[in-house]
């Protein structure tokens, strides 16, 4: 099955292969070596993700892209700081980091309810 991308997503995914894709090398693929090199199928692609290591191991890398391609029916926004995330369970408001500040915040406000109750 191939997952649609947009142009902008194909420059955004061909600079995170060859950041982060250890099968990249000079624009050949390790992994399509059978003795000839082989240019990388992911990087002269634009319409669609075909490359399963890219898609399973390099794009999770990159959250919002992640998000962004491969959850777009269950992608959510974060309600504090608007961007795209995928979430880890089904009644997730927040990203990881917006999720973290969250957390303590709403500590400090229960400890504080319970300090006022305390003679």
Do not use: W
Request: proline share 4%; with cysteine.
């Amino acid at each position: 099955m191939v997952i649609k991308i947009t142009p902008k997503q194909s420059k955004r995914i061909n600079a995170l292969i060859k950041k982060l894709c250890c099968n990249y090398v000079d624009g050949n693929c390790l992994l399509l070596d059978d003795g000839e090199e082989h240019a990388c199928v992911q990087c002269i692609s634009r319409y669609g993700i075909y490359c399963s290591y890219f898609k399973n191991a390099v794009l999770p890398a990159d959250r919002e892209l992640f998000a962004e391609i491969m959850q777009s029916a269950s992608k959510k926004q974060c309600q504090i700081c608007k961007s795209f995330f995928v979430p880890k369970a089904k009644n997730q408001r927040y990203c990881p980091n917006c999720a973290a500040v969250q957390k303590r915040k709403k500590a400090a406000e229960r400890q504080r309810r319970k300090r006022a109750v305390l003679p």
